[in-house]
């Protein structure tokens, strides 16, 4: 969890940095707070996940965006799910079900992105300082990011729950084969 907001902290403050030095490249701003809300669900969905391979992760993924600078959101989208296929093929550990952790990552990631550039839209429309603009799109990243976290740790628990239920459903379908062998 320490580890989970510490990349938080370090999106929202990288977050507020692209802002400032970019603050006309909306797409590029965008692509970086991309790579942290993933990283941040990919964090949250795989605790088995190493602290090496999350670093990689981040790093290629901000790259690639690096790269898809003039991009839609629907290339950024198919990153995000090829880079969890990548560690998927790499690592079996890093999910239980690998569509449904591609499907969850990349939809919310593009439900936050174009909540983000609705709210940037807005900002923008209304003319504010800029000064109150960086605050408000800090706050903005902090609460977003809040309940994309919350919505993924909701997910998870779910997931857990069912697995473990499926794992007690098979060990007690197995005792009773074990007990009818005997008979």
Request: one cysteine or more; glycine letters at 2%.
């Given at each position: 969890m320490?580890i989970n907001l510490?990349?938080l902290?370090?999106g929202?403050?990288l977050d507020?940095?692209s802002?400032?030095?970019?603050v ?8 970086v707070?991309?790579?942290?809300y993933a990283?941040n669900?990919?964090f ?16 290629l993924?901000?790259l690639?965006?690096?790269i ?7 290339f950024?989208f198919?990153?995000i ?5 990548l ?20 939809v919310l ?8 550039y ?6 923008k429309?209304?003319n ?5 603009f ?13 309940i ?20 007690q ?5 197995e005792?009773?084969?074990i ?5």
């Amino acid at each position: 969890m320490m580890i989970n907001l510490l990349f938080l902290l370090l999106g929202i403050l990288l977050d507020s940095i692209s802002n400032t030095l970019l603050v006309t490249d909306f797409s590029y701003q965008s692509l970086v707070l991309t790579s942290f809300y993933a990283l941040n669900i990919l964090f949250i969905l795989s605790h088995s996940i190493s602290q090496k391979q999350l670093w990689s992760f981040g790093m290629l993924l901000a790259l690639l965006s690096e790269i898809a600078r003039p991009n839609s959101y629907l290339f950024s989208f198919l990153i995000i799910a090829l880079i969890i296929i990548l560690l998927n093929l790499f690592n079996k550990t890093i999910g239980e079900s690998l569509i449904t952790q591609v499907i969850i990552s990349s939809v919310l990631i593009f439900c936050f992105q174009m909540i983000s550039y609705s709210l940037y839209s807005i900002v923008k429309a209304i003319n504010i300082s800029f000064i109150t603009f960086i605050q408000i799109e800090v706050i903005g990243n902090l609460f977003l990011n809040v309940i994309v976290s919350l919505i993924v740790i909701f997910i998870n628990s779910k997931r857990i729950d069912y697995l473990e239920r499926k794992d007690q459903f098979k060990r007690s379908k197995e005792k009773v084969l074990i007990i009818e062998s005997e008979d």
